[in-house]
């Protein structure tokens, strides 16, 4: 069986923001799942959460300071290959704190290794210091606009209800239709950030580290998994219209985080199984078979924060097309370029 990619995701944010505590989270919640990690300095990482998952050679570190500034093309290729090809399910690159996120996005994206997804670039916010870093780094504003994420940390160290909706909303605000999360301890859904790796759960089984230490040991004031909300949608559709797809891929809400699925599109020449990947503002089609027995339909799921369900079911319903053997082939091309070769 072919291997399957591995998403690549970017954690950005200013010095002190939650980075770590947002990796330590995800390794201490993600049973069964493979992560593997490339830190800056592997001082405060959770190294007992990897050692207790044998994935101690998952982790790779740069001695020479900020990521972005330290490593080319080449030298991100190579350690993502290195990664990719130990049988991990997720990857995580933990930016330094003055790492610029563009360079790093660059870098991921211009990987030839074919098993690199890209997984998004989440950008940490301390809701606490925010409107001081902002003053001091006005950058800050620039990085949180380029993020397919934005995590706002720390909520519990604003002063206030009244507070906190004031960060909140000003984050909302220079976000644009990027997502934004609010969250304490950097404790996210990991769901989120990748798919729950199938057949990861043995049916019997020890007690291991991992189930011990799954509710929250990083602080202890956690009595429950306050994951960061977030809203799923699954839309079951026939034949879409690649044009009316195409608009509805380019003019996607804000808050929609991810997306993937199936899509078929049923136009002569193009009847095959199309598999659709999008974080952020990033899509991706992947042309494909199908297998024995499937129904040619289309099936998507879709992740994001503060989504109008009822809206993207709509519009996504609007983008079905009844007869879609009598569409030009031209109408294909807007979703073509999507299309990895
Ligand atoms: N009160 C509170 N403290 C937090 C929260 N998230 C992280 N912290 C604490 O903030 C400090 C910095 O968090 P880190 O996760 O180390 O931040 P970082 O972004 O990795 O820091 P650098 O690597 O120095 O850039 C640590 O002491 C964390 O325990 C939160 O939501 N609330």
Not at 241 to 264: C, I, N, S
Request: with cysteine.
């Amino acid at each position: 069986m072919a291997k399957r990619r591995v998403p690549v995701v970017i954690v950005a944010g200013f010095l002190g923001s939650g980075k770590t505590t947002l990796l330590n989270h995800l390794l201490s919640n993600t049973r069964g799942v493979r992560i593997g990690v490339v830190v800056n300095d592997f001082g405060s990482v959770n190294v007992d959460a990897l050692s207790v998952a044998g994935q101690v050679d998952s982790m790779l570190s740069l001695d020479n300071g900020c990521l972005c500034c330290a490593v080319d093309t080449a030298g991100m290729d190579a350690m993502l290959t290195k990664l990719t090809s130990a049988d991990l399910d997720l990857v995580v690159i933990e930016a330094s704190g003055l790492a610029e996120p563009r360079s790093l996005v660059r870098l991921v994206l211009a990987s030839t290794d074919p098993l690199v997804e890209y997984g998004g670039l989440i950008e940490l916010v301390d809701a606490a210091e925010f409107e001081t870093t902002r003053a001091r780094h006005p950058e800050l504003d620039e990085h949180v606009r380029l993020a397919d994420l934005v995590v706002l940390n720390k909520l519990d160290r604003v002063g206030g209800a009244d507070a906190a909706e004031r960060v909140t909303a000003l984050v909302r605000e220079l976000a644009g239709p990027t997502p934004v999360l609010p969250t304490e301890h950097g404790r996210i859904d990991p769901e989120l950030l990748f798919d729950p790796v199938r057949g990861s759960e043995p049916v019997a089984r020890q007690l291991s580290f991992d189930d011990l230490r799954e509710d929250c040991d990083t602080h202890d004031n956690c009595h429950e998994h306050a994951h960061a909300a977030y809203d799923t949608l699954t839309v079951t559709a026939g034949a879409l219209h690649p044009r009316r797809f195409a608009a509805f891929l380019e003019g996607r809400p804000g808050g929609l985080y991810r997306m993937k699925g199936t899509v078929y599109f049923g136009v002569p020449g193009h009847r095959q199984r199309f598999t659709l990947h999008t974080v952020g503002a990033y899509t991706r089609l992947v042309r494909g078979a199908w297998g024995a027995g499937d129904e040619r339909r289309t099936e998507l799921v879709l992740i994001g924060s503060g989504i109008d369900p009822h809206a993207l079911r709509a519009q996504l319903r609007a983008c079905e097309e009844p007869e879609p053997d009598a569409v030009d082939e031209q109408s294909m091309l807007p979703v073509l370029r999507y299309v990895e070769s």
